[in-house]
């Protein structure tokens, strides 16, 4: 049973390019989370995403969007592709959750996304 | 200085030896600490919180030092399966999406 899946696995794409990237967790938390870890192994969160509440990291570019069309669901569309968006982009849930600003409590992570761009 | 800090290593350890290594984090207000386990090409899995008052998982301790602001990873009688990189996470709540910090995270590689 896969707690928290995402698809594809693997993606190369041509700069320019639109793609998404589909993220689905069968835990029923309540928040979840787009992560990018790039190739220096560095860990850095993107978004946190809570009853409809979206918590964006100020240094996400506006290519990327997150969106969610349920609660077990998170999606990332990313426009206009840039060979620096390379990277391995995995998606979260925790159960916690809070009024205002998501509890950012035990992440349960994905497989990953191997993003290569062109 | 950098928010969350690790000696990336690695650190080459033999089979049931102990290994213990440090994260130091800049921020005072940092409420909850965790260490995660990445092995090459998977994704971080939790390993263990590390509370106040330090907590013990088996073969594994956690120790917090707030005064000094690090917190420390201990692995006794080390197995060949503890090979990974361990992630140090430092949190602040109601700090956003910002609030929760990873570090680059520690190499280890435990040898026969």
């Known amino acids: 049973d896969t707690a928290v899946s995402q698809t594809p696995k693997y993606l190369v794409t041509q700069m320019g390019n639109d793609k998404s990237i589909k993220c689905e967790q069968n835990l029923g938390h309540d928040t979840m989370y787009w992560y990018k870890q790039d190739s220096k192994k560095f860990l850095k969160i993107m978004f946190s995403?809570?009853?409809?509440?979206?918590?964006i990291n100020e240094t996400v570019p506006n290519r990327f969007s997150p969106k969610s069309p349920d609660k077990a669901h998170l999606n990332l569309h990313i426009n206009s592709l840039e060979l620096g968006d390379s990277a391995v982009y995995f998606c979260a849930s925790s159960p916690g959750h809070a009024e205002g600003l998501a509890i950012l409590d035990t992440q349960y992570f994905g497989p990953g996304t191997r993003l290569t761009v062109l | 200085r950098k928010e969350v800090e690790q000696d990336p290593g690695p650190f080459n350890v033999p089979e049931g030896a102990t290994v213990a290594f440090n994260c130091t984090y800049s921020?005072?207000?940092?409420?909850?600490f965790f260490w995660y386990r990445q092995d090459c090409r998977k994704e971080p899995k939790l390993l263990m919180s590390?509370?106040?008052s330090g907590n013990e998982d088996g073969r594994f301790t956690a120790q917090l030092n707030r005064a000094s602001q690090y917190i420390s990873l201990l692995i006794r009688d080390s197995k060949l399966s503890d090979s990974a990189t361990y992630l140090c996470v430092v949190n602040v709540v109601g700090g956003g999406a910002d609030g929760l910090t990873f570090g680059k995270g520690t190499h280890l590689i435990i040898q026969p």
């Open positions: 995403y809570n009853n409809k509440e979206l918590i």
């Open positions: 590390v509370y106040s």
């Open positions: 921020n005072s207000a940092s409420q909850s």
